[in-house]
């Protein structure tokens, strides 16, 4: 079963975040930017029992890795 | 049995596209949980997560594990593979992952370690991907 913070993620759109982290919560962007950290602990301060539900938001294409 | 969805996704090359995301839950360095909503790809022979997340679950830098990866137009990722506990749905299980010393790749759910834990199945036209254990 997923959350419905996931579902949520599957349709928002985020492009005014490219290149962020954004933790959602409540199906909405809770907080964003660039130092994940950050995000964090501030998120732990406001939510101290809840789990935070991060994404990144690609700046570009995709990348395919190769391992030697 | 799980069921992850498609995102839809707008690419620079292929116009609308959607990508399938997995929510994958990690202990972090508080002993709680984190979810990380992962781009699923079987491609990837390593589940890949940037370096902040790294830095969020305790991983720590050792300069001599320090390994090179390659992808399209020989992009080089510097990379440190770590093991740790992570969750699926209701599933827990230990998996390789490649931590990048950077930030600009996205986190990948990748193959190794995880891919043989389930029989995966990927409905395109549904836009669903199906995570079913394996029985032992």
Redesign the interface.
């Known amino acids: 079963?997923?959350?419905k913070d996931?579902?949520w993620?599957?349709?928002a759109d985020l492009?005014k975040y490219k290149g962020e982290?954004v933790i959602?919560f409540h199906q909405r962007v809770a907080l964003h930017g660039?130092?994940?950290?950050k995000l964090?602990k501030e998120f732990?301060n406001r939510h101290p029992k809840e789990?935070?539900?991060?994404?990144?938001v690609?700046?570009?294409?995709?990348?395919?890795?190769?391992?030697? | 049995m799980i069921v992850f969805r498609y995102r839809k996704e707008r690419s620079t090359l292929l116009g609308i596209i959607y990508r399938p995301v997995a929510e994958v839950y990690f202990r972090d360095t508080h002993g709680g949980e984190l979810v990380s909503l992962m781009y699923i790809d079987s491609g990837a022979d390593i589940t890949l997560i940037p370096k902040a997340l790294g830095e969020s679950l305790g991983f720590e830098v050792k300069e001599k594990d320090i390994r090179e990866v390659t992808g399209i137009g020989n992009a080089r990722v510097h990379v440190l593979i770590r093991k740790t506990k992570i969750r699926i749905g209701d599933i827990e299980l230990e998996a390789k992952i490649a931590w990048a010393l950077e930030e600009g790749v996205p986190p990948l759910l990748g193959r190794a370690d995880i891919f043989d834990k389930f029989d995966i199945i990927f409905r395109e036209e549904n836009k669903i991907i199906e995570f079913r254990e394996k029985s032992s």
């Open positions: 079963m997923t959350s996931y579902n993620f599957l349709t492009s982290y959602i660039k130092n994940l950290k964090l732990r789990t935070p539900k991060i994404a990144k690609p700046e570009g294409e995709t990348l395919i890795l190769l391992f030697p």
